[in-house]
């Protein structure tokens, strides 16, 4: 869109955008005021049952595979059974907390961003949609979020703590602790938790205020001058929401700086245990702050370092002079180019800067996949490598190996050896959809789980598999376990070579640990189920066409079994007759 120049045009958008805008904030909140409340109660008290009625199995299934598992050794076994009661005690009162307040935000937020969404889509009934758009969304998602933490609470919890008490690989030593270092460890970490929580909690509220007019001073430039997050027509109504909200982030920041300095308070104790020194456990309290304030002044875009002290807490840290000596001056060369461009807002280069990389979201990806396991099942269905008890085991016991973990893994598995065979950058995961490092969603939690793709795509193109191997693998993935080497001796697999067959199997178990890592997620359990039952309705209706189609051919065979039991005469009637129909199909060709 063209952006106003001149002052006047700038403060005409400025005044023309303020009733536009205000007249859709008061139709959310009217529209929050409705729906918030059932929002809040459904997944307030939908939540907290979830929470009180397993609170009681949560407890003692954690202690029983804490006890049982075999990772921990003795001494920090013990340490995690006594600690264990604080955290499992107040998981009912936090769970229920923010269980109410998430509720509130929700029933609060949702309608008042569909509003603006409604305004800024290309619609017809673009006024309908505003005040439609939010209402029984919200309520959906409400009951959306209740499924999605029963979920996390049935499944995905106890599927942790069954990992855990799982047998541990013969070359993998457990974690322990020294008796002897514990009284330090504990001593360090309780005086680092008195110490940094106040000295960080006064450093975030220092800077709360700098933080807070700075992002206004940014986002109503932004407003004036329509750049930035204002640019364009549909993003206008959400960046002028986001003036309003920037408040709440910033207490929100505060109150996460909070929660987060008792955790940087008992890593104290961690470094005690990994340097064997309390000397240097109390050096780590003091530095921690120093670099705490550090990362805020980064954040804020503010001068480099902080004044605080900082202390060496690792015997590792020391440098040498020479390199100490050119990483100053490089960063001295940085800051001196980068003060002129530090005082620019990002947004004042948004007419020039056009990306031409295509960021992908989460849930696109997520789409894709589901996609992909969608026409993927499909066909394992049609070769008979799944069946309607795999489905129905799956939908009744809700844990099938078979199509929880194995068809999954085949599909992912179909996605590498496409791209492999490509010669592919990335991943191919859809039509004219690749996924390349460069355009993946910046996402920790899917960087985790895409990152080992990229590396076993390239795995299989340098193995170079040819079509008879790759139909076996295909099959080996469904119909195998796939956890010892012996497991393929009977398979007839083509080829004879131990390595390869054990960089083959490598990569499915990597893969299956990935896919049972993924199935933990709330919603892609839901998402997941929610194929399984359309993938048995479409094999019931197969099967049912199948017999329908029997039964036809059955009856006709029935009837021209019992005609033939007729006179001669009939029969060399029907023979003449056969005769003539065959003679004028000849005469057509």
């Not at 330090?184 to 450093?203: A, K, N």
């Not at 890593?267 to 550090?294: A, N, R």
């Not at 005082?343 to 992908?360: A, V």
């Not at 029935?558 to 009939?570: A, E, T, Y």
Request: with cysteine.
């Amino acid at each position: 869109m063209e952006v106003p120049s001149g002052l006047l045009a700038k403060l005409w958008s400025f005044v023309s955008f303020i009733p536009f805008f205000s007249l859709l904030f008061i139709l959310g909140l009217l529209k929050a005021a409705i729906i918030g409340p059932v929002a809040a109660a459904i997944i307030g008290s939908g939540n907290s049952a979830v929470v009180i009625g397993l609170w009681p199995a949560h407890f003692i299934w954690t202690y029983f595979s804490v006890a049982r598992t075999k990772r921990l050794g003795l001494a920090l076994k013990i340490v995690v059974l006594v600690s264990l009661i604080v955290p499992l005690g107040l998981w009912p009162v936090v769970a229920v907390a923010g269980s109410i307040l998430g509720g509130i935000g929700y029933g609060i937020f949702a309608p008042l961003i569909a509003t603006f969404q409604a305004a800024g889509q290309n619609a017809i009934d673009k006024c309908y949609h505003c005040f439609a758009d939010g209402c029984l969304s919200t309520i959906k998602g409400s009951c959306t979020v209740v499924v999605d933490f029963t979920d996390f609470c049935f499944h995905s919890y106890f599927s942790y703590m069954d990992e855990l008490s799982e047998k541990m690989p013969p070359d993998e030593k457990p974690m322990d602790v020294k008796l002897m270092k514990l009284p330090g460890c504990l001593l360090v970490g309780l005086i680092g938790m008195l110490v940094d929580v106040p000295l960080i909690t006064v450093v975030t509220l220092w800077k709360s205020p700098y933080m807070l007019f700075r992002g206004w001073k940014r986002l109503f430039e932004d407003l004036i001058g329509r750049e930035g997050p204002f640019l364009e027509t549909v993003c206008v109504p959400f960046a002028g929401l986001a003036i309003l909200l920037w408040p709440l982030a910033v207490v929100g920041a505060v109150v996460g700086a909070i929660i987060a300095s008792f955790f940087l308070g008992l890593y104290g104790g961690v470094i005690v245990h990994q340097e064997d020194s309390l000397h240097m456990g109390f050096s780590y309290i003091i530095s921690v702050v120093s670099l705490f304030d550090e990362y805020v002044n980064d954040l804020l875009y503010v001068r480099e370092g902080s004044c605080l002290p900082r202390l060496r807490y690792r015997r590792n840290m020391d440098r040498n002079p020479e390199i100490e000596k050119v990483d100053n001056n490089c960063c001295n060369e940085l800051e001196s180019k980068g003060q002129a461009s530090s005082t620019q807002l990002i947004s004042e280069n948004s007419r020039t800067l056009k990306w031409p990389i295509q960021q992908y979201r989460p849930m696109q990806v997520w789409d894709w996949l589901f996609k992909s396991y969608e026409v993927d099942g499909r066909i394992l269905l049609r070769d008979g490598l799944i069946t309607i008890k795999d489905i129905e085991e799956c939908i009744v016991k809700g844990n099938c190996k078979k199509l929880c973990i194995r068809l999954q893994a085949w599909s992912i598995l179909q996605c590498l050896l496409t791209s492999a065979k490509a010669d592919a950058s990335g991943i191919v995961i859809g039509d004219n959809a690749e996924l390349t490092r460069s355009n993946m969603p910046r996402d920790k939690v899917f960087e985790w789980f895409a990152g080992p793709l990229f590396v076993m795509k390239e795995q299989l193109k340098k193995l170079e598999l040819d079509e008879s191997e790759e139909a076996c693998l295909r099959k080996l993935v469904m119909e195998c376990k796939n956890e010892t080497p012996e497991d393929w001796n009977d398979s007839g697999y083509p080829s004879e070579d131990s390595v390869r067959r054990a960089q083959l199997q490598a990569i499915i178990r990597r893969l299956q640990g990935i896919v049972a890592s993924m199935s933990r997620i709330p919603t892609f359990r839901r998402r997941f189920r929610n194929l399984v039952k359309l993938l048995y309705i479409e094999a019931i209706q197969a099967d049912a066409s199948v017999h329908h189609i029997g039964g036809i051919l059955k009856a006709r065979l029935s009837g021209q079994r019992s005609s033939g039991k007729g006179s001669k005469k009939d029969g060399y009637e029907n023979d003449d007759a056969k005769g003539n129909k065959a003679n004028e199909n000849l005469d057509v060709v």
